[in-house]
């Protein structure tokens, strides 16, 4: 199959429907919902993105979720480089997100006010 067909697949049956699961995860950061822990959202946001990343056929694919009391969590995912030379000098990508799914009701705006 084709590379763009491929994709257009991939977008459609597997990555929209998650993102829009995702977003419907009413998941705010500590800074707007104290209590952010106890009602869960986050950890419903996390187990999501978990899921989905270890269900990824990748060989040598890892997935962990790392947490600190009172802290929120840290999902780690590693693929080790391939191809000629093995992983010695290979570069390396470091992505990083957050999981709030929403804003505060606060009103905001790029230039500040």
Known sequence: MPFAET???????E???????????PSLSPAFEPDWAAKGHMADAVELVRGWCAARPIDGLTVE???L???TPVIVVEVPASGAGGAAGRPATL???????????????CDGR
């Open 65 to 67: 979720v790392h947490e």
């Open 15 to 25: 990555i929209l429907p998650a993102l829009t699961d995702y977003i419907a995860i």
């Open 7 to 13: 994709a257009a697949r991939l977008w459609e049956d």
């Open 95 to 109: 992505y990083c997100s957050s999981y709030s799914t929403r804003t505060s009701a606060r009103v905001w705006s």
């Open 69 to 71: 009391d009172g802290r």
